[in-house]
């Protein structure tokens, strides 16, 4: 059984920056799919990144909204997944969520929740003077 667990989260002030981690036990297999969900206050979950690994390639995927903020990164051997967020903004306060799954569905797929199987408790991230 994969489990995942999110650290990094807090208070920051607008402009500032954070560093997500997630750490995925269980020993998942190195073909896979990780991607970041963010649910703030009174909004739907929305997808922020993903990154796939499949044999030696890598392939990294943003919402259009974050692109050139934040940074997907991982080490697929030691099963962690990162996100490195710039310039943020109150609108980013939100629970950030770590997903999981086995495979490497196309990329569009990377973007839907239900693409994946296992899901992070979640870590708060609030942006605010």
């Known amino acids: 059984q994969v489990q995942l667990v999110e650290s990094g989260g807090g208070l920051v002030q607008p402009g500032g920056s954070l560093r997500l981690s997630c750490a995925a036990s269980g020993r998942p297999s190195r073909t896979k799919s990780m991607g970041w969900f963010r649910q703030g206050p009174g909004k739907e979950r929305e997808f922020v990144a993903a990154i796939r690994w499949s044999g030696g390639n890598v392939e990294r995927n943003y919402a259009d909204s974050m692109k050139g903020r934040f940074t997907v990164s991982g080490d697929n051997g030691k099963d962690i997944l990162y996100l490195q967020m710039n310039s943020l903004e109150p609108e980013d306060t939100a629970v950030y969520y770590c997903?999981?799954?086995?495979?490497?569905?196309?990329?569009?797929?990377?973007?839907?929740?239900?693409?994946?199987?296992?899901w992070g408790q979640g870590t708060q991230v609030t942006v605010s003077s």
């Open positions: 997903a999981l799954r086995f495979g490497s569905p196309i990329s569009s797929l990377l973007r839907q929740a239900s693409t994946y199987d296992y």
